[in-house]
């Protein structure tokens, strides 16, 4: 099994968007796996046919954790709470959170077909296996989210940088003050008036 854990983890932790139940989803796909056993032909290789149980897996509690929150919606009762990691100080975490964050933000149908590709480097042709789609597909989906992903970057690295290159209130302020200062009380000249408003 651990030969097979890390891109488990990865697929699984892609259909469903976070940590919580990712470990959950990996046992029942070690589960069904042993169960059918018999029925795994060689046909594929064991790790495609492993990772295709691991995507039904992770859709089916997908599915009923929408059904749970729709129930939950219609009684009134509060949303469970997020389970969040605590931001890291070192710059490789933070970059791994904000990986992870682009790839969250994609719909599920390329977030996993990205996994697959790029994460776990399966052909197109055992993702399509994999996922019970055609090459064409997962090529289609594959470039969506680069390109989703792309988009999603450069939105959040230009609001970033936006707000790390913001200069308006104190900063604003104090430049100003002390330019004012530094020139002193002199009288002015032509033009200096509109250069201070």
Excluded at 105 to 117: H, I, N, Q, Y
Aim: charged share 35%.
């Amino acid at each position: 099994m651990r030969r097979y854990n890390q891109r488990l983890f990865r697929v699984v932790r892609s259909i469903i968007g976070g940590e919580s139940e990712t470990e959950d989803v990996m046992q029942e796909t070690y589960l069904r796996a042993y169960e059918h056993l018999g029925r795994f032909e060689g046909r594929s290789q064991f790790s495609t046919w492993l990772t295709r149980i691991a995507v039904h897996e992770a859709t089916a509690r997908l599915r009923k954790r929408r059904l749970r929150r729709i129930a939950s919606d219609r009684s009134g009762a509060a949303p469970p709470a997020v389970d969040r990691d605590a931001v890291e100080e070192a710059s490789q975490r933070e970059l791994g959170r904000v990986l992870a964050a682009a790839l969250d933000a994609l719909p599920a149908e390329l977030r996993v077909v990205f996994t697959l590709r790029v994460v776990e480097r399966l052909s197109t042709e055992q993702t399509a296996e994999c996922l019970n789609l055609t090459p064409a597909n997962v090529k289609v989906r594959l470039h969506r989210a680069r390109s989703a992903l792309q988009h999603w970057i450069d939105r959040k690295i230009g609001e970033e940088a936006r707000r790390l290159y913001a200069f308006a209130g104190e900063d604003c302020d104090r430049v100003v003050r002390r330019v004012l200062e530094r020139i002193g009380p002199r009288p002015p000249e032509a033009g200096t008036v509109e250069f201070l408003r």
